[in-house]
T-cell receptor
Framework: AQKVTQAQTEISVVEKEDVTLDCVYE???????LFWYKQPPSGELVFLIR??????QNEISGRYSWNFQKSTSSFNFTITASQVVDSAVYFC????????????FGKGTKLSVKP | KAGVTQTPRYLIKTRGQQVTLSCSPI?????VSWYQQTPGQGLQFLFE???????NKGNFPGRFSGRQFSNSRSEMNVSTLELGDSALYLC??????????????FGAGTRLSVL
């Protein structure tokens, strides 16, 4: 079965704190893609990153970084020096081989960054 | 480049009615996917269209249907509305070439309320 689990329902931090959002996935396919999306209160899902199953390199983009570990089936997302504008719901998603166009989403983690 | 456009943004209907939602993809994108988002079930895949053909379908009843036109614009229809159909309906489009291949970009959604 294909599944994405985001165990953290809500996280609250104070501005400038670092925060890590956890994502654990399940799939039997050897070829798959993992994604992170951000959903601000406006509702639109904003694409943040895509990783394919053959590329385990970590990635850093400004204050954002992602840690992909196939050994633990995890794809965690860290925000360094969080800001109020980072407040949103963050979704991890899986797209496995043969399911093009079908993203399987986790339940999301609501991040609140307080000033 | 304009993003994914969904119309209308808000809809109020009563039980038993039917509704049609529209989605205009990013120019050049031929794949359009639809998702339903509810507080209880989260984000769930409805169906995907590519070049006017349904390529994937989620686990939803036949009351939910869609189509895609030759210009890649897509519509989804829900007949005989039920209270449980109240949700945010999100449309996403993706391209087939370049570094953004198969990345789904989302619209702002249509919020449907069924009374």
């Amino acid at each position: 079965a294909q599944k994405v689990t985001q165990a953290q329902t809500e996280i609250s931090v104070v501005e400038k704190e670092d925060v890590t959002l956890d994502c654990v996935y399940e799939t039997r396919d050897t070829t798959y893609y993992l994604f992170w999306y951000k959903q601000p209160p406006s509702g639109e899902l904003v694409f943040l990153i895509r990783r394919n199953s053959f590329d385990e390199q970590n990635e850093i983009s400004g204050r954002y970084s992602w840690n992909f570990q196939k050994s633990t089936s995890s794809f965690n997302f860290t925000i360094t020096a969080s800001q109020v504008v980072d407040s949103a719901v963050y979704f991890c998603a899986l797209n496995y081989g043969g399911s093009q166009g079908n993203l399987i989403f986790g339940k999301g983690t609501k991040l609140s960054v307080k000033p | 480049k304009a993003g994914v456009t969904q119309t209308p943004r808000y809809l109020i209907k009563t039980r038993g009615q039917q509704v049609t939602l529209s989605c205009s993809p990013i120019s050049g994108h031929r794949s359009v996917s639809w998702y339903q988002q509810t507080p209880g079930q989260g984000l769930q895949f409805l169906f995907e269209y590519f070049s006017e053909t349904q390529r994937n379908k989620g686990n939803f009843p036949g009351r939910f249907s869609g189509r895609q036109f030759s210009n890649s614009r897509s519509e989804m229809n829900v007949s005989t509305l039920e209270l449980g159909d109240s949700a945010l309906y999100l449309c996403a489009s993706s391209g087939t070439s370049g570094t953004a291949k198969n990345i789904q970009y989302f619209g702002a959604g249509t919020r449907l309320s069924v009374l």
